[in-house]
């Protein structure tokens, strides 16, 4: 019987492209990365960019003006499912920059976005602070008029690629205005790390603390409008959870192939692993969360391309981000036990997949944020529209 998931020709070959890139490019690569702590010597880091580059995977949702895409939100799903079978975050060596720099000037694209697509540049993302996550209206960072500048204070906490980055995109207070969006240089004044602690994960870059202290950055430093982040990260987020969505249905999809192809040959008991139902049952029920949140992935990207109301579009892509990634941690725990001591080992993606899925509960809004914007859509837009 056909599913339900329809791609087009086109979208299938880009998904093809996708699955190769990850296999011949990035998992021969999961244990080296795993033994450095992330890092890999410089020359397979550039032969990933340049692979990536010449799959025709930078700069996915981007206009193909600055060098990019213009994928849909559908080609974007096929490409991240993909890219999620992938363990210790090997793909953000993909040249791409957050969906936010699409409202960049073209000054600001010809500095940060095309050269961040051509891989030249890396940008980071600075929201969070010790006192505000998951409510972002608690920001204290601030921005000052100061003549035509602007004077940034603050301290952003959990910067991703916050220690490589060339430059930031930081949310302040802007006076007069309200929360807005800076990009600012890495090498500016009163730019400083202050803190970069290891994390769960081992991934390629750092999620350092980054404090701005007096940093002044011209009126052209503004991204968007200024008071303009709000709506600005309203569009991003969409794109992020339905990104992390996808990441976890492709991780569901590695664990489970992997998990498959062990209890196919191990044999304890005189038995193959695959016949005692005890390993066996809780694939199946692993099976069923990924095939659940497979649906749900391209479900909320195709009424994403639709055109569908934005706040409808909200609340699916929070429901899809919820779902799977608590299901693909359960079924990553499932599939560390099928294997057994192995699965403890960090030589086995089944192992990285456990520490690595659970910062996908957390980031991008924490399962709890995406049950408040669930249950609230419930009422404000109707059973009907978030569940039909
Ligand atoms: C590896 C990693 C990378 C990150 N990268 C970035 C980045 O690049 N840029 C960036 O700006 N941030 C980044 N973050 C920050 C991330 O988005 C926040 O950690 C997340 O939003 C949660 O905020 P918090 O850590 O302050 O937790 P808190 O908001 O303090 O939450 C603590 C707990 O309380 C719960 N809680 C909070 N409010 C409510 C509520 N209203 N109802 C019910 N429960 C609630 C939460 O769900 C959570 O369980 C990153 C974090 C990590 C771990």
Not at 9 to 14: A, S
Not at 339 to 356: D, K, M, N, Q, W
Not at 376 to 387: C, N, P, T
Request: aromatic share 8%; charged share 25%; with cysteine.
């Amino acid at each position: 019987m056909a599913s339900l998931i329809r791609l087009s020709t086109e979208q299938q070959k880009l998904a093809e492209r996708a699955r190769r890139f990850v296999d011949e490019e990035l998992v021969p690569h999961e244990v080296a990365a795993e033994r450095s702590g992330g890092r890999l010597p410089p020359d397979v880091v550039e032969g990933i960019r340049a692979a990536s580059i010449r799959a025709g995977l930078n700069g996915g949702r981007h206009r193909p003006e600055h060098g990019g895409q213009g994928w849909s939100t559908v080609d974007y799903a096929a490409v991240h499912e993909q890219l999620g079978r992938n363990t210790n975050g090997l793909w953000w060596w993909i040249p791409d920059a957050y969906n936010v720099l699409s409202a960049a000037s073209d000054e600001q694209a010809r500095r940060y976005l095309e050269p961040a697509l051509r891989g030249e540049v890396v940008v980071s993302y600075a929201v969070t602070e010790e006192g505000a996550g998951s409510d972002p209206s608690a920001i204290r960072a601030t921005a000052r008029r100061d003549g035509e500048d602007w004077v940034l204070d603050g301290e952003k906490w959990f910067v991703t690629s916050g220690d490589v980055a060339d430059a930031h995109v930081v949310v302040a207070n802007a006076e007069g205005y309200g929360p807005t969006l800076f990009i600012v240089d890495a090498d500016r004044d009163g730019v400083a790390v202050v803190d970069d602690p290891p994390f769960t994960h081992t991934f390629p870059h750092g999620h350092p603390t980054i404090r701005f202290t007096g940093v002044r950055v011209p009126a052209g430093a503004v991204l968007g409008e200024p008071g303009g982040a709000d709506a600005l990260q309203q569009d991003w987020f969409v794109e992020e959870r339905l990104g992390i969505t996808a990441h976890c249905v492709g991780a569901m999809g590695r664990l489970l192939t992997e998990a498959v192809a062990w209890t196919a040959t191990r044999e304890q008991g005189g038995r193959r692993l695959a016949e005692h139902q005890g390993v066996s049952f809780p694939l199946a029920d692993s099976a069923a969360d990924a095939t659940a949140a497979r649906l749900l992935l391209y479900e909320v990207a195709t009424l994403a391309d639709s055109g569908a109301d934005r706040k409808v579009v909200h609340a699916k892509a929070s429901l899809a981000k919820l779902f799977a990634s608590e299901a693909a941690y359960r079924c990553a725990d499932r599939v560390v036990q099928a294997f057994g001591g192995r699965g403890y080992v960090r030589t086995y993606a089944a192992e990285r997949f456990l520490r690595e899925l659970r910062v996908d509960r957390i980031w991008e809004g924490t399962s709890e944020i995406q049950r408040l914007i669930v249950a609230r859509s419930l009422h404000r837009r109707g059973v009907d529209a978030v569940i039909g």
